[in-house]
């Protein structure tokens, strides 16, 4: 059956770093989803006339968006968020592996893995690649929440042998084992895909890298996800750990883990050399800018990426980061880059793509999410300000949409993501 959802409707189908107007809007918009595809979008009164049975749904209140693409959040990490005065290291130490530790306990994680996945969507989050837990048994957790409610999620167990704490550490043959049990189970299987995930250079011996890199010879549509250049202390000791690397990303390349099918959260500290191989490699980078803040590390040099033409979406980083809104990304990706020495000028189209198609492109899903292009999966976001809020204010008196766009993603403490379709069937978020 076919759906009509009628509004404002704003996406970016094109990229606002290499083509001017690329912000597509609909004031009084349509877009038919029909067997959980975009089948049409244009004016309502356009897509009404090939659809004149369709059952309307009226969202003329706030905008319609593609479902957000978060291109790094943590599972584990929902209650460490707002844990201050910490930097990276003792931070991990003292507030986020204790607690990361006590997945162990399925019941635990399992509850937190329904948390997780419902506040995903609450904030319109409707594709992520999520760090797993260091359990298998709990990781399992968070693939069977995803799959529960259609969320689509890239995850996998975390791996670390080295450095943490020694409830997390396991050993390269154990990891093995356990990982190829849950590529086995959850890759391929609806929306869920495995994405493997040493935790950092830092915690995984030379051992454990084999371990990743052999999966990824044995299963070459894996996914791979870890950290990189967040922290100048980090970089430090991964290059004591590892003396013959010539920088942090050779730690990974080496083992074949720099693909097009890597994403490396933060990259706040690289050298040129690294992102030149980046570059050539076509590897993405998860930009995590509340989290950079928060934990202090640093401004992320976007400047750099786009000169050497590196991939990047944008990350939450749960619990490093403020929260899960990747509305409130975008406008702390904007206002570090009004900080930075060569900061990038950025638009509200540019958020728009970062929060939605740029993160997909990151996670090897251009074609699937991201726009409301026809063909594409119905994942589809309303949003909505709140009863007399500025943004409401907004709403009723701002006509550019790109200026819709600028108070959406500067006042998002006050929108509510009120409806989200996933593949074109709606879940109750409020
Ligand atoms: N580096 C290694 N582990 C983590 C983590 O959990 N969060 C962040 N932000 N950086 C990390
Ligand atoms: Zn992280």
Known sequence: MTVLLRGLILHTPHNPFHTAGALEAFSDGG????DGQIVALGSFSEVRKHHPEAPVQDCREGVLLPGLVDTHVHYPQTRVIGA??????????????????????????????????WLL??????????????????????????????????????????????????????????????IQRFHGRGRLRYAVTPRFALSASEGLLEVCQALLQEHPDLHFTTHINENLEEIR??????????????????????TE??????????????????????????????????????????????????RFGLGSDVGGGTGFSLLKEGLMAYLAQRYAP?????????????????????????????SLTPGKAADVIW???????????????????EDLLGSLFT????????????????????
């Not at 570059?279 to 590390?297: D, L, M, T, V, W």
């Open 31 to 34: 877009l038919a989803l029909r």
């Open 84 to 117: 201050m005065g910490y930097s990276l290291l003792d931070w991990l130490e003292k507030r986020t592996l204790p607690l990361e530790a006590r997945l162990s306990d399925n019941r635990l994680a399992r509850e937190l893995a329904r948390e997780f996945v």
């Open 121 to 182: 969507l609450r904030n319109g989050t409707t594709t992520a690649l999520v760090f797993g837990s260091h359990f298998q048994g709990a990781t399992a957790n968070l693939f069977g929440a995803a799959e529960d409610v259609g969320l689509r999620i890239i995850a996998g167990q975390v791996c670390s042998d080295r450095m943490l704490r020694p409830e997390l550490h396991t050993t390269p043959e154990r990891s093995y084992a356990e990982q190829k049990m849950l």
């Open 237 to 258: 000791t991964v290059a004591e750990l590892f003396p013959w690397s010539q920088h942090y990303l050779h730690t990974y390349d080496r083992f074949g883990l720099v």
């Open 261 to 310: 099918r890597s994403v490396f959260a933060h990259n706040v500290h690289p050298t040129e050399p690294e992102l030149a191989r980046l570059a050539e490699a076509r590897a993405a980078i998860a930009h995590c800018p509340s989290s950079n803040a928060f934990i202090g590390s640093g401004i992320f040099p976007m400047n750099r990426h786009l000169r050497h033409g590196v």
């Open 342 to 370: 060569e900061g990038v000028g950025l638009t509200p189209a540019h958020l728009l793509y970062l929060a939605t198609q740029a993160g997909a492109e990151v996670l090897g899903l251009g074609e699937t999410v991201g």
């Open 383 to 401: 949003v909505r300000p709140e009863p007399g809020s500025t943004l409401e204010v907004h709403f009723r008196h701002l006509d550019s949409a």
């Open 411 to 430: 006042l998002h403490g006050e929108a509510q993501v009120h409806r989200v379709w996933l593949e074109g069937r709606e879940v109750m978020v409020s």
